[in-house]
């Protein structure tokens, strides 16, 4: 975008907002001025939408100490923030994930990935008991493989969930308003993904489990709703 542009569209947004606030001939006149430097400059409506997005929610790198290096504590921030419109990256050895995205989405994504490790630890805490009490002892590598299952099945319910909500848009709202919903949601995530490319991101690698399905109910049952209300290394990227 042009220096002009850019400071048309500036002034584009100073006028809506006086247009928003003022009343009467003000209120007339500056929509009218906002209006002809619009057409002037071949401004759409959500070139100044994206402007004042980006103003009022940056993008960001937002860090958070996972408290542990596990593998399946990295997926489950990373499938929570792709719910929120971000993605993530991790550096190998340490126990901090690195969030991408709008600050809003950010903290949404952090606050969420909190409350859901807890909920995960929760039910593992409980599963191994149980297991303990039959067996008097646990199979190696069942608690990494009922979490990382548990982990799975959240991702599918906040994939669901994205979807419903689109959904529940088209039936109140119409067809066009849910798909135009989509569409900025779609593109919020992919500003995110195309910030955190920006960063020089290496490539992570897959980590193995064994599936559980006790893992897996209890993903299907965590209240996820309750939960909405350095180093020189690389940093891996899990798109």
Known sequence: MTDARQTALRRIQKLQALAAKATGHEADSAARMAARLMVRYEIEA?????????STDPMTRHRMDLGRGLAWLRTL???????NNCTTAYQTGTTRTTIYGRVS??????YLTVHLTREVQRE???????RTADLGRVPR?????????AVV????????MRREAVEEAAAEHGQEAASNALCR????????KAFAAQQGLGKARRSAYSANSAG????????????????SQTAKSLT
Request: glycine residues 10%; aromatic residues 2%.
């Open 124 to 130: 593992a805490d409980a599963y191994i008991r149980a």
């Open 153 to 160: 099945s959240l991702a599918g319910r906040l994939r669901a």
């Open 185 to 192: 949601l779609d593109t919020r995530l992919a500003e995110a």
């Open 105 to 110: 989405d950010c903290e949404i994504s952090e």
């Open 77 to 83: 921030a990373h499938v929570v923030a792709l719910a």
């Open 216 to 231: 897996a109910r209890a993903g299907s049952r965590i209240n996820i709703n309750q939960g909405l209300g350095g180093s």
């Open 46 to 54: 959500r070139d100044v939408d994206a402007a004042l997005l980006a």
């Open 141 to 149: 590598g069942a608690r990494n493989g009922f979490c990382h299952s």
